[in-house]
């Protein structure tokens, strides 16, 4: 095994500083690419998709749960799978408490192709709460290219897809897939992908934060019972 090199603690004090120039770098530069990320225009979805899920039948604008944002993660599983995607397993395994997404107007759920027969009982093995919806039957994994065709078979892949509504209308704005997920998981990095931000005053564009009226940074933050939602 190839271990770093052992160093005294002022050695290693002057290369972390040094170190910690280029981190800051990657951090505003990040901090811009976020901004182009909100710039970015948006579709409107016209098409009525259904969905399953522990209520019964539901649509779009239902999985916003009355909020102003929604987050659907992409996961692989298939209607033929006996179990979900390994990968995918991992990455709702790192989901922290949705009180604080949903502090800032935002809905987090996953959907997958597989009948919610199937999704059920995988959820409960894992022990999961965060909602999750079957798309079976409809064209939502293809319209948001997560289920490819490729030769002749249909292939799946995981994502991230972000939707704002505007009373009855609901837009995309953004989608990322398979590498496009390293790093997410946190409650930044997800809000970091939606139109909205974070809903900081210091972010671009302005005129975002006080959308939802919420505090901004991290005197907005409270344990996660005690937030109005």
């Known amino acids: 095994m190839s271990l770093p090199e052992i160093v005294s603690r002022a050695q290693w ?19 811009v ?7 970015l225009p948006m579709v409107e979805i016209d098409t009525e998709y259904v969905f399953e899920g522990g209520d019964g039948k539901a649509t779009l604008p239902d999985l916003f749960e009355g909020r102003p ?10 209607p033929e799978w006996d179990a979900g995607c ?7 395994d790192q989901i922290g408490h949705l009180a604080h997404l949903k502090a800032r107007g935002t809905t987090f759920a996953a959907v997958s192709r597989a009948p919610y027969t199937k999704i059920l009982p995988f959820k409960a093995r894992m022990g999961w709460t ?9 064209d939502f994994n293809q319209d948001f290219e997560v289920t490819l065709e ?17 009373h009855d209308r609901v837009f995309h704005t953004y989608s990322t897939y398979e590498r496009g997920l390293d790093g997410l998981g946190s409650t930044t990095s997800l809000l970091d992908l ?17 959308v939802l009226g919420a505090s901004a940074g991290s005197e907005g933050i409270r344990y996660h019972d005690e937030y109005e939602d």
């Open 33 to 39: 690419l976020n901004a182009e990320r909100r710039r």
């Open 130 to 138: 965060v909602p999750w919806y079957s798309s079976y039957g409809s």
């Open 194 to 210: 939606t139109a909205l931000g974070r809903q900081e005053e210091w972010e671009e564009p302005k005129g975002r934060a006080s």
């Open 69 to 78: 944002q929604l987050v659907v993660y992409h996961f692989m599983f298939a």
């Open 86 to 92: 390994r990968s995918c397993s991992g990455f709702l």
């Open 13 to 31: 004090r002057s290369a972390r500083e040094k170190l910690l120039i280029k981190e800051k770098v990657v951090t505003r530069a990040r901090d």
């Open 150 to 166: 490729r030769e002749g078979e249909l292939v799946e892949r995981p994502g991230v897809s972000c939707f704002l509504r505007d």
